[in-house]
């Protein structure tokens, strides 16, 4: 789905990386160069998702998701940081984005990640908020899985793995946990090759293996298929 998309960030460079690389996907993009600009044109314009900066002068990202929150602006938010800043995620989450890209991001991260967010507006659109009174089982069934985190392997071929960015009662998990999905599947997906699924995730192999160290993951045995999606 080609969609309108407004890309929120300071850095020149990267902003024209961005606008280029969306482009190329077929979706036409405006530039907002801080918080408080990305704000008014939220307010007076239509788009389908945001790609927002979360460290940016005057209104930071933050500031913009709460903001978006208070005012009832419900276009789908894809929250951009850098390794350093990945700390805020879980935060950014909780503010509403739903889905995120590490700086740098490439194509195809950026494809899947614009269409997450536009297969939660059109979600949100079709049930609203005011339907409290679904079950558990249907929240759980409506959830947006967050699907193709790493290149298929055969062409166009869609990857089986997929993961869920929400929780049974519809909150986002705690980052931790999705940063342990992502490397058990990427592992998975590339046989247990440590060097190419860090590659694949853009970081060293030493840091993989603190990471794993870190989130309990086992470094030697071999690492079975993994379904993560919500049942």
Do not use: W
Not at 182 to 197: D, K, P, Q, T, W
Not at 198 to 225: D, F, K, N, Q
């Amino acid at each position: 789905m080609n969609a309108r998309v407004l890309v929120v960030e300071d850095d020149a460079v990267e902003a024209r990386r961005l606008l280029s690389a969306l482009g190329c996907l077929g979706h036409s993009c405006e530039l907002a160069e801080d918080g408080d600009a990305a704000l008014r044109r939220l307010l007076t314009e239509d788009f389908d998702a945001v790609l927002l900066d979360l460290v940016l002068p005057g209104l930071d990202g933050m500031g913009v998701l709460r903001a978006m929150q208070a005012r009832g602006i419900q276009v789908p938010v894809v929250a951009a940081v850098t390794h350093a800043g990945l700390d805020a995620v879980e935060s950014a989450l909780k503010a509403g984005a739903r889905d995120f890209v590490v700086k740098p991001a490439g194509a195809l991260r950026l494809k899947v990640a614009i269409a997450n967010a536009l297969a939660h507006g059109a979600l949100t659109r079709r049930e609203p908020l005011a339907a409290a009174s679904r079950s558990a089982h249907d929240c759980v069934r409506s959830q947006i899985k967050v699907v193709d985190f790493f290149e298929a392997q055969h062409g166009d071929e869609e990857p089986a793995s997929s993961l869920s960015l929400l929780d049974r009662s519809g909150h986002a998990r705690p980052l931790a946990q999705l940063e342990k999905d992502v490397i058990h599947a990427a592992l998975a997906l590339y046989g247990g090759r440590m060097s190419e699924a860090a590659r694949r995730l853009g970081i060293g192999r030493s840091t993989l293996y603190r990471r794993m160290g870190e989130l309990g993951l086992p470094m030697v045995e071999p690492v079975a298929p993994l379904s993560v999606a919500a049942e």
